[in-house]
């Protein structure tokens, strides 16, 4: 993706234009956003000729210097401007409710809410009917109750009402995990939000229409934000929709929007509805990402932007955690290491560093980057889930739940603390913290598997199976290719006594986890030796050898056995997957919970997968104890006599191995037999 001169000042200008439109409207992280895009795109390079330097001016020249593009706007925002700047600077001081009555005083506020019909409050249903609920006389008393004042000013008066709501909001609950703290207080002030913004369309929108006339897009923003708060998320991403299509370069309502899409199906069904340029591209790269997606047409993707902007670190983020969902830690400790030599103040998505540094078991790194944190802002939620993944690494479960709970003070909307917080308590065994811990991430994020993984480990632990298998069956929709996901739900379905639904999850597990080997994901694996020569996880397959014995099928049990005994020289035998008939299909891509921030209790348990075989395990020994004793049975003192040897020198097992020899040389004495040499 090249473009040309024209196009890059072009984009020096969007950008440009907004920043300075989100910063007047305090939207400071967008503003942030589009500032360090701007930086990152390289300078042109200009030699002192005259004719040269006077182009330049031309590059240089920002349209976000200018005026309101609309004339009305223009002149409503020169005629306020010394009280918009009395608002602004009330909202910099985080005095919300000053800066709200700058504009929109409480006689205001009341006559707008009083007005309206309770019976005409946002519908719950689709966003496009909504256009019709309104008639000519509630469009006048409504509309002549707004004050007549620019939409910027609108909108911050709003914005700092809708703050005011959410600071009381976490006022009211009090202490983090606190006797008040239940998760049930709500912004009270999203109603006369709503009321007042609806009354604003319905005095722009004319009457055989369903467009706002000369609206530029901002408080479409701010409504479906309070829609969204109000759990009305299809109406609210209609509204989202309809404001990047005004103001495109506005982040803040793409981010909005990743946060209610929850599946791939739906980030490709709105696509098509969203306006084609650069922004949109950027989204489509970060919610896949936040997705837990990963393949080649992203990495591709991100590597076009780069080439636009070398050194944002943003696109450098995204590139970072897309080799972290690929399970490529060394990769993605690389890129955050670039991250943080090019911006070494910068502590965005430094905990998703944190989490690879843990899992990666490298304490001098994380020591290193806990302190970087507290030095530069100490009391940024970031760097208390940074230095919370440090204590708990050092196994002081309690210090790293107080920073996890500070990171939550601090912003209550934190998923990696909250997660993370669950973990910490399961590893303390306060199984009734870890689960509301986890059920508060949830809230958060409802796309968290790690959460949906923890809530099932937590009831495992509690001995409530049913409770159990149905988290993890959420958490393996979530991540269909993640083999963990699956085995735990066949672990949970075996406990339950039900052996045939747990091996059917089991086989899932082991085609989850041949389908990151292969990469490959066309067909269905059903063939005997198909999975000849690649690895396979030895503790499943002992596990569905393990329930094949427990209802009574030997053969197949024996069958892997074999193939777990296998794996120590890396060959897997002959496939025994196709009963299952499992179909692969290309939606999903593979994925481990070991390489995220635990994958649930269990944290940063990595394990190796050589091609060279997994060398002798317990589960091997135990598989070959099991064939050992099974060929006893069948009066196969050959075999037996032959696996007991290896098992003694394995070095496991070797007493009842040993036990297991002197039977065997009983009853080949008693029978007259000899054994082979």
Known sequence: MALTNREKSQLRSALQDAVLKCSERCLYQSSKWAAELLDAIPEPEISPDDSQLSDATSVYTSAALGLNADPDEAALEAKEINRYLLAKSFFDCREYDRCSAVFLPDSTLSGVVTSKDPNNATPKGKGKGKATA??????????????????????????????????????????????????????????????ILEAWFEQRRPEDGDEIEGSQGWLEYLYGMVLAKEKNEELALYWLVRSVHLFPMNWGCWLEMTTLISRVEDLNRIMPRLPQNIVSFMFHIHTSLELYQHDANLANSLDQLLSIF???????????????????????????????????RRLDSLDHYSNILYVMNSRPKLAFLAHLCSSVDKFRPESCVVIGNYYSLLSLHEKAVQYFRRALMLDRSCLSAWTLMGHEYVELKNTHAAIESYRRAVDVN??????????????EMLEMHAYALWYYKKAAGLRPWDGKMWMAVGSCLQRMGRNQDGIKALKRALLAESYYETGSSEGVIGMPGSFRGMHMDPEILLQIASMYDGIGEEED????????????????????????????????????????????????????????????????????????????????????????????????????????IREIRSRVEASGMSLPT
């Open 557 to 660: 049990a024996k069958a892997y056995m074999e193939m777990c005994v296998a794996q120590e020289d890396g060959g897997a035998g002959d496939s025994q997957l196709g009963e299952s008939g499992i179909t692969i299909h290309n939606d999903s891509p593979p994925g481990d919970a070991s390489d995220d921030e635990g994958g649930g209790g269990e944290r940063g348990t990595a394990r190796g997968t050589g091609d060279g075989g997994t060398g002798v395990t317990a589960a091997t020994s135990k598989a070959r104890m099991w064939l050992a004793r099974y060929a006893m049975r069948t009066d196969d003192y050959g075999t037996a006599n032959r696996l007991a040897g290896e098992l003694c020198q394995d070095g496991v097992e070797v007493e009842e191995a040993k036990a297991l």
């Open 310 to 344: 070398p050194t944002s670190s943003f696109l450098l983020t995204c590139d970072a955690l897309l080799s972290y969902h690929a399970k490529d830690l060394v990769a993605a400790e690389q890129h955050f290491s670039r991250i943080l030599a090019l911006h070494p």
């Open 446 to 459: 409802r796309r968290d598997y790690r959460a949906w993984y923890g809530l099932g480990q937590t009831y």
């Open 134 to 195: 309104t008639t000519p006389s509630s469009r006048t008393s409504t509309g002549e109750l707004v004050p007549r004042i620019s939409q910027r000013s609108l909108f911050l008066a709003l914005y700092a009402k809708y703050l005011s709501g959410e600071k009381c909001k976490d006022e009211e609950a009090e202490m983090v995990m606190g006797p008040q703290d239940i998760g049930s207080c709500i912004n009270k002030q999203l109603l006369t939000i709503s009321r």
